[in-house]
């Protein structure tokens, strides 16, 4: 009977060291050892930035057919959060945007370290072009294509499509910014792209900024709603909602976390600026031109006809006349902190280091961290 | 001459009592229920008012008899293998010898091996929704003894109520966890043998422990006395819970007035079909018992089940349909090469009971007193980033649907994006394991890119660490031959520690005690992103978390109950009635061991708490607080309980019976559905009530020789429920807290158990059914507030949780467009209104068994279930109006948008078979095989819940919604078990 006991519990010892499934691999549950470091190796470069984006031409954005390979460093962060799901490469003819798609990517693409892009099945495509007087270049970026016609380029997003085309390499040291002292130094809005001027999309330092008073700030009375109509717009320009405090409309910091944003919003500094985009207002039951102040977004002084939500804001600085943004997104860490009072006086003048972008004709700069901006 | 044997047999199976002149006496012959075949071999031990008579095992042919008895009420209890244990309750009179005929034993060799671990943990992420099985198990009662194994696998709830309404007792006092309510049978998992014997009630009915609720009392014994005397080996393999389990067990009886007993068991491996999912669990038991005197007794025992185990989770059917897997699990990756699950359950919580029993000679009295102490840890493991992609392969932007759906009005038309993503879910090989599992690689190399050694992503370990005291005390006492009363105390204090652990920080070297949510919003002040601001205020900076530490959040739950209750039984005839009732009180209050940033409130002396902003601004941290504090204690949320039972019944010719039972029930809200964020702040739901609970049934139930059966009809109303929802809400973009007040339920319907004997001997037919009605029946009231801000965003009805109004389309136009009637108003026209109905249980489910049982002990059952009508949990978001957008102008959007998933039925066919050796009438061996869904059906869905996310249309005029996710049940799996016994 002993033998057979034994057998018996021998069967379930047995039965249980098999399965039905043929995969089934059993789970680890001791301890686990630390994984490897990844190797890294990128493939060899084909192109410059520089040849890259010439190939791109106005209003056509490209899918690239062929085994271009470009290659750079990494310029930017996303960490303080001031850029968004993409960041820069440069090399030594210029630097382009690598629309990634996923957040947080400083954990994975460290700044400084040197990252190639195969570029075949990708589009070239550019942000911010525009023609006519008041338009000009844009920036050439690296993405997706964008079957929805909204941009030229989407991001990669998919993992599988960011794992075949973009390669990491050895962190090979931070990009040196270039000096940049006078606006003759600067590209020409109109006409430059990273093919024509080494500056765009490059980290730069820019020197004797000085405020020009004025800021603009793009805002949605409901931004689950249709962002581009012009009853849910709200554009604190220049042209609109100058109020009490003129075309800065009061807003003194880089730019608007939700609760600086209320707090402008419920003190009523915004309360001229009216509902429009274009030709297209919002109006109210008498056919009158809606503003923030209007009763049917007020309310009871609490505005629950206007969402609180971030903003970026763009500040307005000129180097030797030529117009410079700086422009800074609501979400990041340093939105709220104040521009130096002696600076928004004209008392100061700040240096910015950034990477330099062209947006619609215009010159913006887009910074890092908070320590890129030095009051001098 | 077969008959002179037997009374010869019978002779050597019996006792004698008092050697007095007593005549009276119980005889009989055991059997089983399914055929009427002999057991042998089965323990009986008779006791009257708590005190043990005789001890007496069946003879070959299953025949017993004890004599020398006097007049009065006596209670058999009968234990044997592969059977339930069954308690009987027998009048001798007039001196005679009461002949039982039959003592028939209901067949349960798969339930003696069923235990909480028969229900996979279910990972419900931070969905807001909870998956609490409940378990029937160890009834004689036809129906519950099928319905409460046989249809676990479909995670069945008997009646449609949820756990918290199954009253669980272990030697007297309520175990049923006093945060959730759920009973609490992960306990004393992997210890069937010290757990075996328990008395249970279905439905209204009392017990002894307890008045019980409106879902029946499990009364656990759990002292050595009820454990099987001798020793026990058993070995479990099984391929849909653990891989193997291994047990022992001893019992000594009673000797020189001390008996002890022990049960040890391992439980290992994982299952055949959701991979990741593991045990690694020991569990034990140990208990002394020291008879006192003639009616004293004092048991200590102690028990605990220490171990871990790996969860599976839901994914939306798309993902299944990638993985051509339903049971895909999205918990699991690699490290290094060797599988890994995020979610473990880590438990140690061991459980010691000091039990004084006394049953006196002279008083038909018996008193219990006891103590218990629960303490130990219960810890789940999940992945922790902060600034960081979110790892989960499953995420729904790293599926194909996502880039691509044919909808245009989904604005997802990439149809690129959708096909590179597409082929990386549905290829097979190492190259694809990155985007079907988790990378942990990967994590680790992201930490390891962080040069000051600061974790991104780390796994953290939530802890729900109760000391749960509690004494109880009940008595029974017979008045008279037809008057019984019984009564008792029960209170209980329990502090249970709610935080977070810091498991591992896969390869960094600290993480930062700060809430990421909170950074997003307020980066601008350093203290308002501080999960623990006094640190911060003491040290400048956040703490920096290593491996071990607490981080996020720390609180206590502080909950004490005073229970006091009375029974009285009352027998005339035929008729006995019963009357029941209870009062207490009930206190909880939230105390928070650490000081959020957010909610700072104000220092114990009242004084504000300040700090200084990133521009160098005072900021009074305690007016932004509005009042409320995540520091101390909250005020007390105190609730007069109270309930009240009536029954009667009424013996019928034939051994057959008509019984009605009706109860109220004034119950106090749980724990952890009365604080809005009990995580961040000490803020009570608003308008928290106690729950009422209204319920009634009738029943008849014969037990003769031809037919064992049971029907019952059933009404509950449950009202003034309170349930709170912690989800991320796209419309506020951040993670919210969903309280719902005012639900009310009605659960109404009928449930049959019948099981006959056929011509055949050893062959009998047996079958339940339960059919139900289970639907809401109010509209709730809904407060949501954002986890990060004091303010309220949305005070509101959930106007279609009860039910929504179905349109329907009177034609179409050229583009397809709907076009719906009008009334004379402009609104449009309702074709009906479409119920809403408790989810997460079939409320049709039927079984049909064949058994046969020979007499050369073998058995064989065949079965198959059939189970309809189940729902899937529903999300109250999408029963607001503001979800509604839209239907202004397309009323079809309700429908779309509130409408209740109903799961496709379901038919599975079982089967098992065992037999067991008598070796000298001195060992005992045997086996069982249960093999379940046989047809190897893998699309049955057995819960889920819906996603609480929307997706805007293009036109930014709708909502669309998330896919909800599923869980399905295993595809064809065994189970075997062989014991030996002596």
Same mark, same amino acid.
């Given at each position: 009977?002993?033998?057979?006991? %034994?057998?018996?519990?021998?069967?379930?010892?047995?039965?249980?060291?098999?399965?039905l499934?043929e995969? &089934?691999?059993?789970?680890f549950?001791?301890?686990?050892?630390?994984?490897?470091?990844?190797?890294?190796?990128?493939?060899?470069?084909?192109?410059?930035?520089?040849?890259?984006?010439?190939?791109?031409?106005?209003?056509?954005?490209?899918?690239?057919?062929?085994?271009?390979?470009?290659?750079?460093?990494v310029?930017?962060?996303?960490?303080?959060?001031? &850029?968004y799901?993409?960041?820069?490469i440069q090399?030594?003819?210029?630097?382009?945007? %690598?629309?990634?798609?996923?957040?947080?990517?400083?954990?994975?693409?460290?700044?400084?370290?040197?990252?190639?892009?195969?570029?075949?099945?990708?589009?070239?495509?550019?942000?911010?072009? !525009?023609?006519?007087?008041?338009?000009?270049?844009?920036?050439?970026?690296?993405?997706?294509?964008?079957?929805?016609?909204?941009?030229?380029?989407s991001?990669?997003?998919?993992?599988? %499509?960011?794992?075949d085309?973009?390669?990491?390499?050895?962190?090979?040291?931070?990009?040196?910014?270039?000096?940049v002292?006078?606006?003759?130094q600067?590209?020409?809005p109109?006409?430059?792209?990273?093919?024509?001027?080494?500056?765009?999309?490059?980290?730069?330092?820019i020197?004797?900024? !000085?405020?020009?008073?004025?800021?603009?700030?793009?805002?949605y009375?409901?931004?689950?709603?249709?962002?581009?109509?012009?009853?849910?717009r709200?554009f604190?320009?220049?042209?609109?909602?100058?109020? !009490?405090?003129?075309?800065?409309?009061?807003?003194t910091?880089?730019?608007?976390?939700?609760? !600086?944003?209320?707090?402008?919003?419920?003190?009523?500094?915004?309360?001229?600026?009216?509902?429009?985009?274009?030709?297209?207002?919002?109006?109210?039951e008498?056919?009158?031109?809606?503003?923030?102040?209007?009763p049917?977004?007020?309310g009871?002084?609490?505005?629950?006809?206007?969402?609180?939500?971030?903003?970026?804001?763009?500040?307005? &600085?000129?180097?030797?006349?030529t117009?410079?943004?700086?422009?800074?997104?609501?979400?990041?860490?340093?939105?709220?902190?104040?521009?130096?009072?002696?600076?928004?006086?004209?008392e100061?003048?700040?240096?910015?280091?950034?990477?330099?972008?062209?947006?619609?004709?215009s %010159?913006?700069?887009?910074v890092?961290s908070?320590?890129? &901006?030095?009051?001098? | 001459?077969?008959?002179?044997?037997?009374?010869?047999?019978?002779?050597?199976?019996?006792v004698?009592? /008092?050697?007095?002149?007593?005549?009276?006496? =119980?005889?009989?012959?055991?059997?089983?229920?399914?055929?009427?075949?002999?057991?042998?071999?089965?323990?009986?031990?008779?006791?009257?008012d708590?005190?043990?008579?005789?001890?007496?095992?069946?003879?070959?042919?299953?025949?017993?008899?004890i004599?020398?008895?006097?007049?009065?009420?006596?209670?058999l209890?009968?234990?044997?293998?592969?059977?339930?244990?069954?308690?009987?309750?027998?009048?001798?009179?007039?001196?005679f010898?009461?002949?039982?005929?039959?003592?028939?034993l209901?067949?349960?060799?798969?339930?003696?091996?069923?235990?909480?671990s028969?229900?996979?943990? /279910?990972?419900?992420?931070?969905?807001?929704?909870?998956?609490?099985?409940?378990?029937?198990?160890?009834?004689?009662?036809?129906?519950?003894n099928?319905?409460?194994f046989?249809?676990?696998?479909?995670?069945?709830k008997?009646?449609?109520?949820?756990?918290?309404?199954?009253?669980?007792?272990?030697?007297g006092?309520?175990?049923?966890?006093? =945060?959730?309510?759920?009973?609490p049978?992960?306990?004393?998992?992997?210890?069937?043998?010290?757990?075996?014997?328990?008395?249970?009630?279905?439905?209204?009915?009392?017990?002894?422990?307890?008045?019980?609720?409106?879902?029946?009392?499990?009364?656990?014994?759990?002292?050595?006395?009820?454990?099987r005397?001798?020793?026990?080996?058993?070995?479990?393999?099984?391929?849909?819970?653990?891989?193997?389990r291994?047990?022992?067990?001893?019992?000594?009886?009673?000797?020189?007035?001390w008996s002890?007993?022990?049960?040890?068991?391992?439980?290992?491996?994982?299952?055949?079909?959701?991979?990741?999912?593991?045990?690694?669990?020991?569990?034990?038991?140990?208990?002394?018992?020291k008879?006192?005197?003639?009616?004293?007794k004092?048991?200590?025992?102690?028990?605990?089940?220490?171990?871990?185990?790996?969860?599976?989770?839901?994914?939306?059917?798309?993902?299944?349909?990638?993985?051509?897997?339903?049971?895909?699990?999205?918990?699991?990756?690699?490290?290094?090469?060797?599988?890994?699950?995020?979610?473990v359950?880590?438990?140690?919580?061991?459980?010691t009971?000091?039990?004084?029993?006394?049953a @006196?000679?002279?008083?038909?009295?018996?008193?219990?007193?006891?103590?218990?102490?629960?303490?130990?840890?219960?810890?789940?493991?999940?992945?922790?980033?902060?600034?960081?992609?979110?790892?989960?392969?499953?995420?729904?932007?790293?599926?194909?649907?996502?880039?691509?759906?044919?909808?245009?009005?989904?604005?997802?038309?990439n149809?690129?994006?959708?096909?590179?993503?597409y082929?990386?879910?549905?290829?097979?090989?190492?190259?694809y394991?990155?985007?079907?599992?988790?990378?942990?690689?990967?994590?680790?190399?992201?930490?390891?890119?962080?040069?000051?050694?600061?974790?991104?992503?780390?796994?953290?370990?939530?802890?729900?660490?109760?000391?749960?005291?509690?004494?109880?005390?009940?008595?029974?006492?017979?008045v008279?031959?037809?008057?019984v009363?019984?009564?008792?105390?029960?209170?209980?204090a329990n502090?249970?520690e709610?935080?977070?652990?810091m498991?591992?920080?896969?390869?960094?070297?600290?993480?930062l005690?700060?809430?990421?949510?909170?950074?997003?919003?307020?980066?601008?002040?350093?203290?308002?992103?501080?999960?623990?601001?006094?640190?911060?205020?003491?040290?400048?900076?956040?703490?920096?978390?290593?491996?071990?530490?607490?981080?996020?959040?720390?609180?206590?739950?502080? =909950?004490?109950?005073?229970?006091?209750?009375?029974?009285a039984?009352?027998?005339?005839?035929?008729?006995?009635?019963?009357?029941?009732?209870?009062?207490?009180?009930?206190?909880?209050?939230?105390?928070?061991?650490?000081r959020?940033?957010?909610?700072?409130?104000?220092?114990?002396?009242?004084?504000?708490?300040?700090t200084?902003?990133?521009?160098?601004?005072?900021?009074?941290?305690?007016?932004?607080?509005?009042?409320?504090?995540?520091?101390?204690?909250?005020?007390?949320?105190?609730?007069?309980?109270?309930?009240?039972?009536?029954?009667?019944?009424?013996?019928?010719?034939?051994n057959?019976?008509?019984?009605a039972?009706?109860?109220?029930?004034?119950?106090?809200?749980?724990?952890?559905?009365?604080?809005?964020?009990?995580?961040?702040?000490?803020?009570?739901?608003?308008?928290?009530?106690?729950?009422?609970?209204?319920s009634?049934?009738?029943?008849?139930?014969?037990?003769?020789?031809?037919?064992?059966?049971?029907?019952?009809?059933?009404?509950?109303?449950?009202?003034?429920?309170?349930?709170?929802?912690?989800?991320?809400?796209?419309?506020?973009?951040?993670?919210?807290?969903?309280?719902?007040?005012?639900?009310?339920?009605?659960?109404?319907?009928?449930?049959?158990?019948?099981?006959? @004997?056929?011509p055949?001997?050893?062959?009998?037919?047996?079958?339940?059914?339960?059919?139900?009605?289970?639907?809401?029946?109010?509209?709730?009231?809904?407060?949501?507030t954002?986890?990060?801000?004091?303010?309220?965003?949305?005070?509101?009805?959930?106007?279609?949780?009860?039910?929504?109004?179905?349109?329907?389309?009177?034609?179409?136009?050229?583009?397809?467009?709907?076009?719906?009637?009008?009334n004379?108003?402009g609104?449009?026209?309702?074709d009906?209104?479409?119920?809403?109905?408790?989810?997460?249980?079939?409320?049709?489910?039927?079984?049909?068994?064949?058994?046969?049982?020979?007499?050369?002990?073998?058995?064989?059952?065949?079965?198959g279930?059939?189970?309809?009508?189940?729902?899937?949990?529903?999300?109250?978001?999408?029963r607001?109006t503001?979800?509604?957008?839209?239907?202004?102008?397309?009323?079809?959007?309700?429908?779309?948008?509130?409408?209740?998933?109903?799961?496709?039925?379901?038919?599975?066919?079982?089967?098992?078979?065992?037999?067991?050796?008598?070796?000298?009438?001195?060992?005992?061996?045997?086996?069982?095989?249960?093999?379940?869904?046989?047809?190897?059906?893998?699309?049955?869905?057995?819960?889920?819940?819906?996603?609480?996310?929307?997706?805007?249309?293009?036109?930014?005029?709708?909502?669309?919604?998330?896919?909800p996710?599923?869980?399905?049940?295993?595809?064809?799996n065994?189970?075997?078990?062989?014991?030996?016994?002596?």
């Amino acid at each position: 009977m002993k033998k057979t006991v %034994i057998a018996l519990f021998a069967l379930v010892a047995l039965v249980s060291c098999q399965s039905l499934k043929e995969e &089934f691999q059993p789970v680890f549950t001791v301890k686990y050892s630390n994984p490897p470091a990844y190797e890294r190796t990128v493939p060899a470069t084909t192109h410059t930035i520089s040849q890259l984006v010439s190939k791109y031409i106005p209003e056509k954005p490209m899918v690239i057919n062929e085994d271009i390979v470009i290659s750079g460093i990494v310029s930017t962060t996303d960490q303080p959060g001031n &850029f968004y799901k993409s960041f820069f490469i440069q090399d030594e003819t210029g630097g382009i945007e %690598i629309k990634v798609g996923k957040n947080s990517l400083y954990n994975d693409y460290l700044p400084g370290q040197r990252v190639s892009v195969l570029c075949r099945d990708l589009t070239l495509g550019m942000y911010g072009y !525009k023609t006519g007087n008041y338009g000009g270049m844009g920036m050439a970026q690296i993405g997706f294509s964008d079957p929805s016609g909204t941009y030229e380029t989407s991001y990669l997003e998919s993992q599988m %499509i960011i794992d075949d085309h973009i390669f990491r390499g050895d962190v090979e040291g931070l990009v040196t910014p270039q000096v940049v002292t006078a606006a003759s130094q600067l590209p020409d809005p109109k006409t430059a792209t990273q093919a024509t001027h080494p500056l765009v999309g490059s980290l730069v330092t820019i020197k004797g900024l !000085k405020y020009a008073g004025e800021t603009f700030v793009l805002l949605y009375l409901d931004s689950t709603k249709d962002k581009k109509s012009g009853t849910n717009r709200v554009f604190l320009s220049d042209s609109n909602g100058l109020g !009490k405090f003129g075309k800065t409309h009061g807003i003194t910091t880089w730019a608007m976390s939700e609760n !600086k944003m209320k707090e402008h919003l419920l003190a009523g500094d915004w309360d001229d600026a009216e509902v429009a985009s274009g030709s297209e207002y919002l109006l109210d039951e008498e056919g009158k031109h809606v503003t923030l102040g209007h009763p049917m977004l007020k309310g009871d002084g609490s505005y629950p006809g206007v969402e609180k939500a971030a903003y970026s804001v763009s500040q307005y &600085f000129t180097l030797g006349g030529t117009s410079v943004q700086v422009r800074t997104s609501g979400f990041c860490k340093f939105a709220d902190v104040e521009i130096d009072p002696a600076v928004l006086k004209g008392e100061k003048t700040i240096s910015v280091t950034g990477v330099i972008n062209l947006y619609q004709g215009s %010159i913006q700069i887009t910074v890092n961290s908070l320590d890129d &901006f030095v009051v001098e | 001459m077969k008959k002179l044997l037997t009374v010869a047999a019978a002779l050597l199976f019996s006792v004698l009592v /008092f050697a007095q002149a007593y005549t009276g006496g =119980i005889k009989g012959t055991v059997v089983s229920r399914a055929g009427r075949v002999p057991v042998s071999g089965a323990e009986m031990v008779l006791s009257q008012d708590g005190r043990q008579l005789a001890e007496i095992t069946s003879g070959s042919e299953g025949q017993f008899l004890i004599e020398g008895l006097a007049d009065g009420v006596y209670q058999l209890k009968v234990t044997a293998d592969e059977f339930s244990d069954l308690t009987v309750f027998v009048t001798v009179d007039k001196g005679f010898v009461k002949d039982l005929i039959f003592v028939s034993l209901t067949p349960s060799a798969s339930i003696q091996e069923a235990d909480e671990s028969n229900y996979a943990e /279910f990972d419900m992420e931070d969905s807001g929704y909870s998956d609490a099985p409940t378990l029937l198990l160890g009834s004689n009662d036809v129906y519950t003894n099928i319905a409460g194994f046989g249809f676990s696998s479909i995670r069945f709830k008997n009646r449609g109520y949820n756990s918290e309404t199954q009253d669980v007792y272990l030697a007297g006092v309520k175990m049923n966890d006093a =945060i959730t309510g759920y009973s609490p049978f992960s306990l004393w998992s992997g210890l069937n043998e010290a757990m075996r014997s328990k008395d249970t009630t279905i439905g209204l009915e009392t017990a002894d422990a307890g008045l019980g609720g409106f879902n029946g009392v499990t009364d656990i014994h759990a002292v050595p006395l009820s454990v099987r005397t001798g020793w026990r080996f058993s070995a479990l393999s099984n391929s849909a819970l653990y891989r193997m389990r291994l047990m022992a067990s001893y019992a000594s009886g009673e000797n020189n007035g001390w008996s002890y007993a022990f049960n040890a068991s391992l439980r290992v491996g994982g299952n055949d079909w959701i991979e990741g999912v593991y045990y690694r669990s020991l569990a034990y038991y140990f208990g002394v018992t020291k008879r006192l005197d003639d009616a004293g007794k004092l048991t200590l025992f102690t028990f605990a089940t220490p171990g871990q185990r790996g969860a599976q989770n839901a994914s939306t059917q798309e993902v299944y349909d990638l993985m051509g897997d339903n049971m895909y699990n999205s918990n699991w990756g690699y490290q290094d090469g060797k599988v890994r699950n995020s979610r473990v359950r880590h438990t140690f919580e061991p459980v010691t009971v000091l039990k004084y029993e006394y049953a @006196p000679e002279d008083i038909p009295l018996t008193a219990n007193a006891t103590l218990l102490w629960r303490t130990g840890y219960n810890g789940y493991t999940a992945l922790d980033w902060y600034d960081a992609m979110d790892p989960r392969p499953d995420y729904y932007r790293n599926l194909p649907s996502y880039y691509y759906m044919e909808d245009e009005d989904y604005n997802r038309v990439n149809q690129d994006k959708y096909d590179w993503t597409y082929y990386a879910w549905t290829h097979r090989g190492p190259e694809y394991n990155n985007y079907q599992h988790l990378n942990w690689d990967r994590l680790y190399n992201v930490n390891y890119n962080n040069p000051d050694g600061r974790s991104k992503y780390a796994l953290e370990e939530r802890h729900v660490d109760q000391n749960d005291l509690q004494f109880a005390a009940n008595a029974k006492y017979r008045v008279s031959e037809d008057l019984v009363v019984k009564g008792g105390v029960d209170l209980r204090a329990n502090r249970t520690e709610n935080y977070k652990k810091m498991n591992d920080l896969l390869g960094g070297q600290y993480f930062l005690n700060i809430d990421s949510f909170a950074e997003r919003d307020f980066a601008a002040n350093e203290a308002l992103l501080q999960n623990d601001l006094n640190y911060y205020l003491a040290h400048g900076t956040a703490e920096k978390i290593k491996k071990g530490g607490k981080y996020g959040y720390d609180y206590l739950a502080q =909950i004490r109950v005073a229970d006091l209750w009375g029974n009285a039984s009352y027998k005339l005839g035929a008729l006995t009635a019963n009357l029941g009732a209870k009062v207490g009180v009930t206190a909880f209050w939230r105390d928070g061991l650490v000081r959020k940033g957010l909610f700072a409130g104000a220092n114990p002396d009242g004084s504000h708490i300040y700090t200084t902003d990133i521009n160098g601004l005072q900021v009074d941290l305690t007016n932004l607080s509005n009042g409320q504090t995540s520091y101390g204690k909250s005020e007390k949320a105190k609730f007069l309980t109270y309930a009240a039972k009536a029954s009667v019944a009424y013996d019928l010719f034939g051994n057959s019976r008509v019984s009605a039972n009706v109860g109220f029930f004034n119950d106090a809200p749980t724990f952890n559905n009365s604080f809005i964020s009990p995580r961040t702040r000490n803020t009570i739901v608003g308008n928290l009530t106690t729950q009422k609970t209204l319920s009634a049934d009738v029943n008849y139930q014969i037990a003769s020789e031809w037919v064992s059966a049971r029907v019952t009809g059933f009404y509950t109303k449950i009202m003034d429920q309170t349930d709170v929802m912690s989800f991320y809400d796209d419309s506020q973009q951040s993670f919210t807290n969903f309280a719902m007040t005012g639900i009310d339920q009605r659960h109404m319907g009928v449930e049959l158990g019948v099981k006959v @004997p056929l011509p055949l001997k050893g062959l009998s037919i047996s079958g339940v059914v339960s059919l139900g009605e289970y639907i809401y029946t109010s509209t709730p009231h809904m407060v949501q507030t954002v986890d990060n801000s004091a303010e309220v965003v949305r005070d509101d009805e959930v106007t279609y949780w009860q039910q929504h109004p179905v349109y329907v389309p009177v034609s179409y136009t050229a583009d397809g467009v709907p076009v719906f009637d009008e009334n004379l108003d402009g609104s449009f026209k309702v074709d009906h209104y479409q119920k809403h109905y408790v989810p997460s249980t079939p409320q049709f489910a039927s079984e049909l068994a064949l058994n046969y049982r020979t007499n050369s002990y073998w058995f064989f059952e065949l079965n198959g279930q059939y189970f309809d009508r189940a729902y899937l949990d529903m999300n109250p978001l999408y029963r607001t109006t503001f979800a509604a957008r839209g239907s202004e102008s397309n009323p079809a959007v309700i429908d779309y948008l509130a409408g209740q998933e109903k799961f496709a039925p379901a038919f599975l066919l079982n089967a098992s078979a065992g037999k067991s050796w008598s070796i000298q009438r001195k060992y005992y061996l045997g086996f069982s095989l249960n093999v379940n869904n046989i047809l190897n059906n893998r699309n049955v869905k057995t819960g889920g819940y819906e996603q609480t996310r929307l997706i805007s249309s293009v036109g930014k005029d709708r909502y669309y919604r998330f896919d909800p996710k599923y869980f399905y049940m295993q595809g064809a799996n065994y189970m075997l078990n062989i014991y030996f016994r002596f």
